[in-house]
């Protein structure tokens, strides 16, 4: 494993975190507690220190399962969790008043509630699961923030930024008053790197690269055959014939990088860990077996030039979160 500055937290986190929704198992169909258990601590064993959950996934059953195994770890983990919004709208929309959303209260109590989950005294990273910048001058967030951080029950803040929006977070990381962002980034999604990358890295606001792997497109294991059950968030995310698109996509990217079939995770996380304005990549992981491999990806190192110059023309700009 290899470690990176969170920005100006000064936490030295793996470059590969651990997205803790899939464990959840709401949302996310499949999950088995003891297997994710055991993946969880396998992570830790093999140098994983960073941890991103949040209130929303399963409802505290994600917040519970990486409590139960942070409180045996022998070594220091670092948890980020989030704070959900009141109206439950994910992502922000424009026009929402904060009143809606992230009213003080719901900060303090959500803060709260994910500390018990977690049975920990402390959060080393609280942040607000959908950010609006139409909020940047109201009070809620910037008084929560504080009162959090001076009572002890977080460490550091920061949003995670709606999805494909990198650019609605610079004006908040321009008022100084959060440590980190968390944002959509990977061979499809390349935009953070125009203006947010360059931002972070000049405030020194440290970087959560997350969906690493397109939610399990950029494995190259989803074709149009592949089934989702119908409440498995998913099937919705992989509507219609995107499972079709993405594996044309995914197919292209393998010509012309004359990958072997199974080569496409290792070239995915190695992407996301060859920028250095990334703190951590967190991609989701339920098994030992996905653990092991993506935790083998620090050692591999950032991806030579020529490959980034082609993986730039797989760039894909579109939005399946939406309808
Ligand atoms: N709004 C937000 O703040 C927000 C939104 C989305 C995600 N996140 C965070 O980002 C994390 C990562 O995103 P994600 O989990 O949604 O998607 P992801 O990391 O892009 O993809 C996860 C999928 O990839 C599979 N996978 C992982 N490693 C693999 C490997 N080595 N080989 C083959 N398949 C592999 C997983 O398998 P299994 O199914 O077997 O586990 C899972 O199906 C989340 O867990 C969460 O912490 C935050």
Same mark, same amino acid.
């Given at each position: 494993? *290899?470690?990176?500055?969170?920005?100006?937290?000064?936490?030295?986190?793996? #470059?590969?975190?651990?997205?803790?929704?899939? %464990?959840?198992?709401?949302?996310?169909?499949?999950?088995?507690?003891?297997?994710? *258990?055991?993946?969880?601590?396998?992570?830790?064993?093999?140098?994983?220190?960073?941890?991103?959950?949040?209130?929303?996934?399963?409802?505290?059953?994600?917040?519970?399962?990486?409590?139960?195994?942070?409180?045996?770890?022998?070594? +220091?983990?670092?948890?980020?969790?989030?704070?959900?919004?009141?109206?439950?709208?994910?992502?922000?929309?424009?026009? %929402?008043?904060?009143?809606?959303?992230?009213?003080?209260?719901? %900060?303090?109590?959500?803060?709260?509630?994910?500390?018990?989950?977690? $049975?920990?005294?402390?959060?080393?990273?609280? =942040?607000?699961?959908?950010?609006?910048? !139409?909020?940047?001058?109201?009070?809620?967030? =910037?008084?929560?923030?504080?009162?959090?951080?001076?009572?002890? +029950?977080? *460490?550091?803040?920061?949003?995670?930024?709606?999805?494909?929006?990198?650019?609605?977070?610079?004006?908040?990381?321009?008022?100084?008053?959060?440590?980190?962002?968390?944002?959509?980034?990977?061979?499809?999604?390349?935009?953070? #790197?125009?203006?947010?990358?360059?931002?972070?890295?000049?405030?020194?606001?440290?970087?959560?690269?997350?969906?690493?792997?397109?939610?399990?497109?950029?494995?190259? $294991?989803?074709?149009?055959?592949?089934?989702?059950?119908?409440?498995?968030?998913?099937? $919705?995310?992989?509507?219609?014939? *995107? $499972?079709?698109?993405?594996? !044309?996509?995914?197919?292209?990217? =393998?010509?012309?990088?004359?990958?072997?079939?199974?080569?496409?995770? !290792?070239?995915?996380?190695?992407?996301?860990?060859?920028?250095?304005?990334?703190?951590?990549?967190?991609?989701?992981?339920?098994?030992?077996?996905?653990?092991?491999?993506?935790?083998?990806?620090?050692? +591999?190192?950032?991806?030579?030039?020529?490959?980034?110059?082609?993986? +730039?023309?797989?760039?894909?700009?579109?939005?399946?979160?939406?309808?």
């Amino acid at each position: 494993m *290899r470690y990176r500055r969170l920005g100006r937290t000064g936490f030295h986190v793996s #470059e590969i975190g651990y997205g803790a929704w899939g %464990i959840g198992g709401t949302q996310w169909l499949g999950a088995d507690d003891r297997e994710s *258990r055991l993946a969880l601590r396998h992570a830790i064993d093999l140098g994983l220190n960073f941890i991103d959950t949040a209130l929303a996934y399963g409802e505290g059953h994600s917040e519970e399962l990486v409590g139960d195994v942070v409180r045996e770890a022998d070594h +220091k983990i670092y948890v980020a969790s989030k704070v959900p919004p009141k109206n439950q709208l994910w992502p922000a929309r424009p026009g %929402i008043p904060i009143a809606e959303v992230f009213p003080y209260d719901h %900060i303090m109590q959500s803060t709260e509630r994910s500390l018990k989950n977690l $049975k920990l005294d402390t959060i080393d990273l609280q =942040q607000l699961h959908v950010w609006n910048p !139409e909020w940047i001058a109201r009070e809620e967030w =910037q008084r929560a923030f504080e009162d959090i951080k001076q009572t002890g +029950k977080a *460490r550091a803040v920061g949003v995670s930024i709606n999805d494909h929006q990198p650019d609605s977070a610079l004006e908040i990381i321009k008022t100084g008053l959060i440590d980190s962002v968390q944002v959509i980034y990977n061979i499809f999604d390349q935009s953070p #790197e125009k203006h947010l990358f360059p931002l972070a890295l000049e405030r020194d606001i440290g970087v959560i690269a997350r969906v690493p792997l397109d939610e399990g497109a950029l494995t190259g $294991k989803i074709d149009q055959f592949t089934q989702f059950e119908p409440t498995d968030f998913r099937a $919705k995310y992989f509507q219609g014939d *995107r $499972k079709k698109q993405v594996a !044309e996509r995914v197919a292209a990217i =393998q010509r012309d990088l004359q990958l072997s079939n199974g080569g496409m995770p !290792e070239v995915a996380l190695r992407f996301c860990i060859s920028h250095p304005a990334v703190s951590s990549v967190i991609p989701g992981m339920r098994t030992r077996a996905n653990v092991d491999f993506n935790c083998s990806i620090p050692g +591999k190192g950032p991806l030579p030039d020529k490959v980034i110059a082609i993986l +730039k023309k797989h760039a894909w700009e579109r939005n399946f979160y939406g309808a």
